[in-house]
Structure formats: structure tokens, C-alpha cells
């Protein structure tokens, strides 16, 4: 399909350039990118993105044989809920071979766990879709190799998703819509079990997102496909808006208004649909964006003025969203002060310079969503961003005196717990310490509060509950299954993700003898036990005859490769102390970022 936009200029090899590197991740290029635009549907932006994103790639290459990333994989995910979706997954293999990029498609299980059953025809079905979407992607890029997935979302995208954030109530910084560059994220785990669709785990936060077209019209992505004959295919769900909510907001956008009686009679719906009536929920929806965007202080939205002056309002909102970013980890730099690992202390000295309200509201996000055991990156970390919740913790945060003002250790969602604490000197004075409740800083003592992670229920709790403790785990069955094919599979390591907050590491040919014997043939079972108040993992062996535990490692270390936010405080940590327990063969990391992204 071709469109002439011969007045519309295309996207040149230097701007993709210039686009594409501000989408860096934090810890640099990866070799392998999988690009795809909603799965490299074929259409003209999944089709442009590979375009120029194989053509920069190559030039890079060609340049510097070294320089990463070093290689584009053309990713695609075939729904199979519509009759053509086979011959669309086969034409996208053919544009990407045609291109010279190498593609890998596959088939949605679904019924098979954890893929949900096929929705049935009329079903609502956009979050399950997506969802779906992202969790095959994600798989096909472990089995490539890729750690970055580049996504064709362009400046149009970009305002959908803003006004729709609008309509869910979000603050003017949700409003900046998504970000050029983001990590995967641990995902979604519901009640511990991994096998959970959008799960994503260890893996996940070390692969990333890119977006480098929030910035590009629709329409320059149309003429750069017409400048560089580029053949692509439309969906045409995509312009049916009584399937989704989105679709709705697109035509109405179209159309320069968010008026959903215009459906009934515009111009952008053929004959045939003439008449359509779209769901009440919808209705309400674009009713509820309207009023999102009449509580815009930053900037005006008007559709009446066109998707231009949306774009523009947008990129405004998006570039506030960087700035409160960038202010957060300064502030975080200049307020934490050390403390023990998997805990974050903050001095209200520190805090009292900050004044921006969002900026405060970001913090405190940041902090919470280190500190929780919960899947970093999920909606549960941030205790789910309620308004009261954070504003409980920023007004905590940024009173003078905790002491004087009768707060004590509370929870606000996500898990954790805020402590006020007086440090003097390279101590920390908890209230409660010597029978004092209630303790009166002194000249030189610094006011502060530490957020740490929120103690577990009681055993005796969660037993009348039926729950168990997930901080009490045995690996044995896994170090066994490594063990046994260890002489045709040499150099493995075991790795063991902790209460979503520490990565434990095994080498398997490492392990001393007694222990190995110890588990594999004397009932001796590998546990992992919470050690410390601060509920630090510590690795043992149980011997039941004895009931008796052997420490086999306790020390935390801090990574090779982290951003310098998380390793300024990192380095801070008493990370040695006389009571540890070092196995060479083995090490524990903290693997929570304070990064926004």
C-alpha cells in the first residue's frame, strides 16, 4: 500500500541516528535488538522501524565491526484469532527476509498455561492481547539473545496513550505517556507462582524497551515508506472503533474532537458502519478524558486544533516527566546516607530543599518501589501510586521532627516500611532502642527515615492463614537437577531469584564435596533462610538427624554492572561485617534498581 505525502518530509538516516541514541539504555547497547512495532505486524510502523533501524545497524557496522548492537531480528507473534493471521505471519517473514534481516515468528499456546483461553469473536480483548503480546515477545528474545526490543509507537501513539492515562485520572507526569527507553521489568507474579503471563523475573530486568519514534508523526512514517518504496499492510480493526477504546479515541481524534456522538455520523467510518453505537463503558471513558485534560496546568489539549497541537502538548508533558526524573536522582544522591543493604535512608536535611510537589511524590515512588519485595517495575511496587497512600509518605518524609510529632513506623503499600531514625555519627538509633520510644535528637544527630522491606507475617499468622513463608525456600531439588547433568553440561550456575530483592549464584562445578554428597544422597536439604531484621538471604544446610544447620553464605556483594545511581548506594553499604559467611562458589546480589527507567 503507498500513500503520497510527497509534502511530508521522511525520516533521514541522520535523524533515526540521533532519535535512536537517545533511546540508550542505562547500561549501554546490547549486541543482539529484536525490533517489532506490535509485533512486527507488517503494517507501515513496524515496517519503517526495521527499515531504518537494520539500514543504521549495518552502517554502523561498516564503520566499526565491534560497535553494538550488531544485529537486528525481525520478531513477530501470530494471535490466530483472525482467518488471515497465518498468511499476515508469513508475509512479515518474506518483508523481513526481503529487507536481509533474520525473523523469528510464534504461535500463541493458547489455553496452555499461562496463555489464557482464546477469546471468543466480539470479546473484548485489547489488555489480554497485549499482555499475550509482549510475554511471546519476550520469549522469542530469550531464545535469540536480543535484551532490547525496539517498538515503532509514534508521536500519534503517543497522544492515545496520554489522553487515556488522562481519562484513568493520572497526574500531568503519567500524562507524558510512555517512555523512550525502559527496562521489561520483573513483570507480574501473582501469589509467587512464576508461570504467570506477563512474568518476566530476573531476565527481565536486564532487558529493555526502546521507542525511538514518540517524537515522529504517523504521516512521516508514511512518506518515509513511500521515499523508500516500502510495502506494508493495513489492519482494519485498527479503524473499527467500536472493538476498542482506543480505536474509538482515534477516529474521534481524526475528526478533531472527543465527542463519541461524531461516531454516528463521521466521515471516517465507511457506509457500512454507519449507525454504530459505541459501548456505554466507552462513552464514559471519553467523557472521563475530557475531564483529565481540563485539570492540565502545564500546557492545553485541544483536539479541535488538531493532532499537531496534541503532538506538541504531549512533548511538553514528556519532557516535564524527564526533568522530574532527572531532579528525583539528584535528590536521591544528596539525601540517602548510608545504611544496611536492601535499605534506603533518607535525611530530612536533605529533603528540606526540595520543593516541587511532584518531585517529592517521585522520591518517594522511587524509594518505595526499591525497597518492596514486591516484582520491580509492577503496579504493586509502587502501592499501586493511590494518592493517599504517597501523600501519607511524603508528609512523613518532610516533617522536621517525627519525633516531636508522635509518628512512628508505618506502611503505605508496596510493602514497606518506613522507619524514622536518628543517625549520630556512623550509627543508627531505632525508636524503641533501651526501652526509648521516643528519642530527642541531639546538636549534630541527623533526623532521618530509613524505608527497609515489611517484615512477614508471624509463623503462627500465616499457619492459621494456610500461608507460607516465602522467605523460607529449599533449592535442593534445583541444585540436584543441575548436578546430575553437570559432566555434559559443564560451567553451569545456578541462579536463584530472592523475594524479588536478591540474585543468588551457584556454580554447580564449584560445590565442595561434603555439601554435594550432603544433598544428594544424605538427606541433607540447601535452604534459604531470612537472616538479620533486615531479612538479608542466608544460605545453609539443614542436617535432620541433628537438627542442625551448617552456614554456607551470607555476604552480599555488589554487581559488576549496575548504573552508578544504584552503585553510589551500593558503596555505601557495610558490605563486610565480622560475622559473615563467604563461599567462593557462590554470591549474592541485590538486584533492585533506583532508576526511573
Excluded at 238 to 259: C, S
Excluded at 398 to 414: N, Q, Y
Excluded at 441 to 454: F, L, N, T, Y
Aim: aromatic share 8%.
Amino acid at each position: 500500500m503507498k500513500l503520497s505525502l510527497s509534502a511530508t518530509p521522511a525520516i533521514s538516516v541522520e535523524e533515526f541516528a540521533r532519535r535512536f541514541n537517545k533511546c540508550a539504555p542505562l547500561t549501554g547497547w546490547p549486541k543482539r535488538i529484536g525490533a517489532s512495532s506490535v509485533a512486527f505486524s507488517g503494517g507501515a510502523d513496524s515496517t519503517c522501524l526495521l527499515f531504518l533501524l537494520h539500514r543504521h545497524i549495518q552502517q554502523l557496522r561498516d564503520a566499526s565491526p565491534q560497535v553494538f548492537p550488531s544485529e537486528v531480528i525481525s520478531l513477530t507473534v501470530n494471535h490466530g484469532l483472525q482467518a488471515s493471521s497465518d498468511a499476515m505471519t508469513q508475509y512479515c517473514s518474506d518483508r523481513a527476509k526481503a529487507m536481509g534481516v533474520r525473523h523469528v515468528s510464534s504461535t500463541v499456546p493458547w489455553s496452555q498455561p499461562p496463555f489464557p483461553d482464546r477469546p471468543k469473536p466480539g470479546q473484548a480483548f485489547e489488555e489480554t492481547a497485549r499482555r499475550v503480546r509482549y510475554h511471546q515477545l519476550f520469549q522469542s528474545m530469550n531464545e535469540v539473545g536480543a535484551d532490547v526490543l525496539a517498538l515503532g509507537h509514534h508521536g500519534d501513539d503517543q497522544v492515545e496513550t496520554s489522553l487515556l492515562r488522562l481519562g484513568r485520572g493520572s497526574t500531568e507526569v503519567g500524562a507524558g505517556g510512555m517512555r523512550r527507553c525502559r527496562r521489561f521489568g520483573m513483570g507480574m507474579n501473582n501469589d509467587g507462582d512464576e508461570n504467570t503471563l506477563g512474568w518476566y523475573g530476573l531476565r527481565g530486568m536486564k532487558m529493555w524497551m526502546v521507542r525511538p519514534f514518540l517524537e515522529v508523526s504517523k504521516e512521516r512514517i508514511l512518506a518515509t515508506c513511500e521515499e523508500n518504496e516500502l510495502e506494508y499492510i493495513t489492519d482494519s480493526t485498527n479503524f473499527q472503533p467500536e472493538l476498542t477504546l482506543r480505536n474509538a479515541l482515534r477516529a474521534l481524534l481524526a475528526k478533531g474532537t472527543l465527542d463519541p456522538k461524531v461516531c454516528s455520523n463521521s466521515l471516517v467510518l465507511s457506509a457500512s458502519e454507519l449507525g454504530i453505537n459505541l459501548p456505554q463503558k466507552t462513552v464514559q471513558y471519553l467523557e472521563d478524558i475530557q475531564t483529565g485534560i481540563s485539570t492540565l496546568e502545564s500546557v492545553q489539549m485541544d483536539p479541535s486544533e488538531g493532532l499537531d497541537q496534541l503532538r506538541g502538548a504531549v512533548t511538553v508533558l514528556s519532557e516535564q516527566a524527564e526533568d522530574i526524573d532527572s531532579l528525583v536522582d539528584s535528590s536521591l544522591n544528596r539525601c540517602h546516607l548510608p545504611s544496611p543493604p536492601g535499605t534506603y535512608l533518607v535525611s530530612y536535611r536533605g529533603l528540606a530543599t526540595i520543593r516541587d510537589p511532584l518531585v517529592k511524590r517521585g522520591l518517594a515512588l522511587r524509594i518505595m518501589r526499591y525497597a518492596s519485595f514486591h516484582a520491580w517495575g509492577s503496579m504493586r511496587s509502587d502501592g499501586y501510586r493511590r494518592r493517599q497512600s504517597l501523600q501519607r509518605v511524603v508528609d512523613a518524609l518532610w516533617t522536621p521532627d517525627p519525633f516531636a510529632a508522635g509518628l512512628t513506623s508505618f506502611v503505605a503499600g508496596g510493602g514497606v516500611l518506613w522507619i524514622p531514625v536518628i543517625v549520630t555519627g556512623k550509627s543508627i538509633r531505632f525508636p524503641g532502642e533501651a526501652g526509648n520510644n521516643n528519642p530527642v535528637p541531639e546538636p549534630g544527630d541527623i533526623v532521618a527515615w530509613m524505608a527497609s522491606r515489611q517484615p512477614p507475617l508471624s509463623r503462627r499468622r500465616m499457619q492459621e492463614t494456610g500461608m507460607f513463608n516465602p522467605l523460607r525456600i529449599d533449592i535442593t531439588d534445583q541444585l540436584r537437577a543441575k548436578v546430575e547433568i553437570r559432566h555434559e553440561n559443564p560451567g553451569q550456575i545456578l541462579q536463584i531469584l530472592y523475594d524479588n530483592r536478591f540474585l543468588i549464584n551457584i556454580e554447580i562445578d564449584k560445590i565442595p564435596e561434603h555439601i554435594l554428597q550432603g544433598f544428594m544422597h544424605e538427606d541433607k536439604p540447601v535452604l534459604v533462610h531470612p537472616n538479620t531484621r533486615w531479612l538479608w538471604p542466608k544460605v545453609l544446610q539443614f542436617n535432620p538427624r541433628l537438627v542442625s544447620e551448617l552456614p554456607i553464605h551470607t555476604t552480599i556483594s555488589v554487581p559488576d554492572t549496575v548504573v552508578p545511581l544504584d552503585r553510589d548506594t551500593m558503596l555505601s553499604w557495610s558490605l563486610v561485617r565480622s560475622d559473615d559467611i563467604t563461599s567462593d562458589w557462590m554470591s549474592i546480589e541485590w538486584i533492585r534498581s533506583l532508576s526511573s527507567d
